[in-house]
């Protein structure tokens, strides 16, 4: 088993995962893991890395795909007996003007966004080793979701004491309340993208206190964070950041140093907290 730390980033073939990915090979003393859903498209990726003289090895990743997010689980254990960096950064959002019904862009960006992250979340969090870093990537948009819930919602969703199970079931609940087109009704905001990203700002809270509660000797740090408005396929060629702008505050979360205790459990945006 190798002692060499690791880090790992997901949906890295482009975008702000492949930048992250490049400034980690710059940055952290150890193996960089590039993942993609698609072999192809991540070999390529690597091979570009490769050019620009930076080493990042390769490992399939669809988090969709629980099985998937199993084989990478258990050759990290393996290989490096856990992981040092993860990086919570795959992602989708349908265009603005997609005529995709909105129950269905619903449940397909909340199975990636809410559902596919967490479990990553759930098979890779117990391997992370003491002093890991652990960044998921929201978006500034799960503020202004936020700010879009019923007065009810805003506050589960500000709770210090709401469970992931709690989470879990909110987040079903408004995949379904689509379906029944009661979504406003029942005070969720017309934004299928922001309620994910709601949930993976929320999911964070929850899993910093839990890494408070069950591992605080690890002195574990897990955040949230926006990348800024970042020009890739998803945000289109108008956005303010290059993606490796984009890519610095996820980077400096996920690079904390080791005698740091913060911060944990927040959501920041140019490196800074922000007020949830
Ligand atoms: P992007 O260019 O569309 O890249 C998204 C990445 O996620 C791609 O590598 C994609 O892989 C991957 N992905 C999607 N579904 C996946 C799955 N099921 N399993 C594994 N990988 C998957 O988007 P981006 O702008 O870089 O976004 C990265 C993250 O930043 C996302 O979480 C996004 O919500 C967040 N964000 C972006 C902005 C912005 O302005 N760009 C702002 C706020 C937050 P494929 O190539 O296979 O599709």
């Not at 993609?36 to 690597?46: I, K, L, M, S």
């Not at 603005?96 to 862009?105: C, K, N, R, S, Y």
């Not at 199975?111 to 080793?129: A, M």
């Not at 605080?216 to 998803?234: E, F, Q, S, Y």
């Amino acid at each position: 088993m190798s002692n060499v730390p690791v880090a790992v980033v997901t949906g890295s073939n482009k975008g702000i995962g492949f930048a992250i990915v490049r400034a980690l090979c710059k940055q952290f003393p150890g193996d960089v893991y590039l993942t993609a859903r698609d072999p192809g498209r991540g070999q390529e990726a690597v091979a570009k890395l490769q050019e620009e003289g930076l080493h990042a090895l390769f490992h399939q990743l669809d988090i969709d795909d629980l099985q998937s997010i199993r084989a990478l689980r258990d050759f990290l254990k393996e290989k490096y007996g856990g992981l040092n960096v993860l990086v919570n950064n795959a992602g989708i959002a349908f265009k603005v003007h997609d005529t995709t019904p909105f129950a269905v862009q619903a449940e397909v960006t909340l199975k990636t966004n809410f559902f596919g992250t967490r479990n990553v979340c759930t098979e890779l969090l117990p391997l992370v080793k003491p002093h890991g870093r652990v960044v998921n990537v929201s978006s500034m948009v799960s503020s202004s979701a936020l700010a879009g819930c019923s007065q009810e919602l805003q506050k589960k969703f500000r709770s210090d004491t709401i469970t992931e199970d709690e989470l879990v079931e909110l987040m079903t609940k408004f995949v379904e309340d689509t379906k029944k087109s009661v979504h406003e009704k029942e005070g969720w905001p017309n934004t299928a993208y922001g309620v994910s990203k709601i949930g993976v700002t929320v999911l964070s809270r929850i899993q910093a206190r839990m890494l408070n509660e069950k591992r605080k000797g690890d002195h574990i740090l897990l955040n949230a964070c926006c990348p800024g408005w970042v020009r890739t396929d998803m945000a289109g060629p108008k956005a303010t950041k290059s993606p490796d702008e984009g890519a610095e505050t996820p980077v400096y979360l996920a690079l904390l140093p080791s005698d740091a205790d913060g911060p944990h459990g927040q959501f920041l945006s140019n490196k800074t907290v922000q007020t949830w």
